[in-house]
Nanobody, 124 residues
Framework: VQLVESGGGMVQPGGSLRLSCAAS????????MSWVRQAPGKGPEWVSS????????YYADSVKGRFTISRDNAKNTLYLQMNSLKPEDTALYYC??????????????????WGQGTQVTVSS
């Protein structure tokens, strides 16, 4: 199994970035997927999840209205479009596969696959 994130970088507050995650080694099209981030000195924080077909998306309150999760099952790729970025969005962003049921108010509690992460830094 491989999850390879890309697209991170440094951006000014208010800017945008688009993260990508290339998946291989498992059946991507039948897997829900999630983005999880970890800021320096803090624990992992769930950001967003998407169902297998992309018709259902879920977001943490901290990113709702600013971030958009999507997927292309033909390309085995997961995306996270991040707009109106804030300094508090600075973190290492991981592509993950969630385990078990979840919703907006009850995010995933476990993940069985993780990528290596891509760094997002929001600073002026």
């Amino acid at each position: 199994v491989q999850l390879v994130e890309s697209g991170g970088g440094m951006v000014q507050p208010g800017g945008s970035l688009r993260l990508s995650c290339a998946a291989s080694g498992f059946t991507f099209s039948t897997s829900d997927m999630s983005w999880v981030r970890q800021a320096p000195g803090k624990g992992p924080e769930w950001v967003s999840s998407i169902n297998t077909g992309g018709s259902c998306t879920y977001y943490a309150d901290s990113v709702k209205g600013r971030f958009t999760i999507s997927r292309d099952n033909a390309k085995n790729t997961l995306y996270l479009q991040m707009n109106s970025l804030k300094p508090e969005d600075t973190a290492l962003y991981y592509c993950t596969r969630p385990v078990g049921l979840y919703s907006d108010y009850d995010p995933p509690r476990d993940y069985d696959y993780w990528g290596q992460g891509t760094q997002v830094t929001v600073s002026s």
